[in-house]
């Protein structure tokens, strides 16, 4: 070892011994004749006096080893900041390892560079203790939750990084074979089918920390590479699932956050949209949406002869002047929405605004107490479809919230959102699954699903944590008829669902047994515990929101013996292979 102590572990009680330290110069001061250096390494601080002589050419990020006598610090020298604070090295021999250039941000701040001058030196970046402390914390979670899932006799199994495509919700990326020229692998978008596979096999419980990959639209907090914790049990049932998720949720947040979770409410997608707007509520504030379809099923303001209307009240926002009003109306449109109606109410009780002088005198006489607002409140409202205006309304919450800064810092919201849609209706009239294929319709809708299917339920299940969604499961479909009976519902022949599925439906002739699981999304729930805004500041080298890869400059092109040494027609006018930009398919994930 080039080192006999981490730097961060010295103390007062090792006054007096040699040692050996390696890291890096993290500050140095000059102080007449000897030169004050903060030295790093993983395990934190330690300030070393060096001679003057021997420290002129060190600069910051220079990577050194010292050896010397640990000490007290003269009295009043003392820094109660750093652990090591009460003692400092002698340093009696300086070894510069290997000296760094000039740095191209500065590391010892607080005032981080921008993300793509950071994820282009993430090595430099992964210096500073906020970065390191979440991939540190990150490993935390890993050894906690196998702990967790060994308790629950579940057995860590691999599944394959290359295999084969299948329609799972969202686009795949695509691997060339170069030993079979014109056929393609793709990356798992998840292991759903193994792990049902597994089932099948007899392994009973199933999980692993698995990596997977889908080729989407970027979003700011999304990646196209991500890794999800992925379970099946066997013989199980809906609550089973939701005790071991629980479990895993429970030992994380006891360890890593001292908070003790409670017994997690369960809450149905349809209570959730109508109330909250959202199939992933923030449940850490009070304020709730109103349907109003009702009380304007005679109005004649035109915008509200929709199929649904609902409000949802802004406690204080009558107060707004016109100009906020008008950015209220510039972040509906950047959501997609026409805009925002909105009414506001004077103290003396007095409706504003320009919905008030459109709906008739008996509605404005009722609306107050319609939504249960106030003198000085603000009420918003959507019209429309249903989930489209709930959406909107939903977003609208968040951003009340947000803006009057109703959460408490450091609270925590958990929630089971159960019985999901089993189908939802696309843009050209037809149907597709809401969650995946693969998810068994709840008891009751057995029979009836394709019959009805806007109603029909599946048995699935999301868990929500401060607003994210973090895990998303369901029960499966181990019947081989009920699965074909799913592909045709949705338009798929069974010849096409052969050719798609067909080494899994085979499986099924097995006697495969009832099963059931989830996925916890890793990267948001490490995020969480990390107390950071985006999934990209726990993952060691993340990519930004378009796919590109500051650090290493990926995706790049391939070179011409490249494409031909893996049977690729570089020909541009091609159209675009699956899982490539420009190629068609839906977007939506799959879920666990």
């Known amino acids: 070892m080039l080192r006999t102590h981490d ?50 050419a060190l600069r910051n990020e220079f990577c050194v080893q010292v050896t010397g006598e640990v000490r007290q610090r003269p009295a009043g020298n003392e820094n109660p900041e750093l652990p090591t604070g009460e003692i400092e090295v002698a340093a009696e021999t300086l ?24 994820y282009r030196y993430r090595y430099l970046d992964l210096r500073r203790q906020g970065p390191a402390r979440a991939l540190r914390l990150r490993s935390e979670i890993n050894r906690i939750a196998r702990g967790v899932m060994a308790g629950h006799g579940f057995a860590e199994v691999e599944t394959p990084n290359l295999t084969r495509s299948t329609p799972e919700g969202a686009r795949d990326f695509v691997v060339p074979v170069r030993l079979q020229p014109g056929k393609w692998y793709a990356l798992p978008q998840s292991p759903q089918l193994f ?49 071991v998720a629980e479990d895993v ?27 909250f707007g959202s199939d992933k509520p ?19 303001f035109r915008v509200f002869q929709a199929p649904y209307v609902g409000a949802v009240v802004m406690p204080g926002g009558g107060s707004q002047p016109r100009r906020a009003f008008d950015a209220w109306q510039d972040w509906a449109r950047s959501r997609g929405s026409r805009g925002l109606a909105y009414v506001t109410i004077a103290e003396d009780g007095t409706l504003g605004g320009p919905v008030a002088k459109n709906i008739s005198e008996a509605e404005r006489a009722g609306l107050v107490e319609a939504v249960g607002a106030s003198p000085g409140d603000c009420v918003f409202f959507a019209a429309g479809t249903r989930r489209t205006s709930q959406e909107l309304l939903g977003a609208a919450r968040n951003e009340i919230a947000k803006r009057l800064d109703l959460i408490e810092p450091g609270s925590w919201s958990f929630l089971f959102v159960v019985d999901f849609p089993m189908f939802e209706e696309t843009e050209d009239g037809s149907w597709t699954f809401m969650h995946h294929p693969f998810t068994s319709p709840t008891p009751e809708w057995r029979e009836g699903f394709a019959d009805d299917k806007g109603a029909a339920l599946s048995d ?129 994930p799959t879920r666990g």
């Open 7 to 56: 730097a961060g572990t010295l103390r007062a009680s090792d006054a007096g011994s040699p040692v050996t330290l390696a890291g890096w110069v993290a500050r140095r001061r000059d102080h007449g004749g000897v030169v004050f250096v903060d030295l790093r390494d993983a395990s934190g601080y330690v300030q070393v006096v060096v001679r003057e002589e021997e420290a002129h």
């Open 460 to 588: 699935a299940y999301d868990m929500v944590i401060n607003g994210n969604e973090v895990m998303s499961g369901s029960v499966r479909i181990h019947d081989a008829a009920l699965q074909e009976r799913v592909f045709e519902t949705l338009g798929m022949s069974r010849e096409e669902a052969r050719e798609r599925f067909g080494f899994f439906l085979e499986a099924f002739a097995y006697g495969p047994p009832p099963h059931a699981g989830a996925a916890l999304g890793w990267d948001r729930l490490t995020a969480l515990l990390a107390g950071v805004d985006s999934i990209r500041e726990v993952i060691a080298f993340p990519k930004t929101g378009a796919g590109f890869d500051p650090l290493t400059g990926a995706p790049t092109p391939i070179t011409d013996a490249q494409r031909k040494e893996a049977g690729i027609d570089a020909r541009p006018e091609e159209p675009a292979l699956p899982g490539q930009p420009g190629a068609p398919g839906p977007s939506d």
């Open 195 to 243: 792990k049902q596979l597994l089932m099948i096999g007899g392994l009973e419980r199933y999980y692993q920390i698995a990596r997977c990959f889908r080729d989407e639209d970027f979003r700011a907090d999304r990646q196209p590479e991500f890794t999800q914790l992925d379970f099946e049990m066997s013989f199980v049932e809906r609550d089973d699932v939701l005790a």
């Open 95 to 118: 070894t510069v390892l290997s000296s760094a250039a000039p740095l191209p941000f500065p590391i010892e701040t607080d005032a981080a560079a921008s993300d793509d001058v950071r």
């Open 249 to 275: 949720v429970r030992a994380l947040w006891r360890e890593l956050a001292s908070y003790e979770v409670p017994e997690i409410p369960r809450m149905t997608y349809r209570e959730a949209m109508d109330r």
């Open 282 to 300: 923030d449940l850490r504030f009070g304020i709730e949406l109103t349907e109003l379809t009702s009380f304007f099923a005679d109005t004649p």
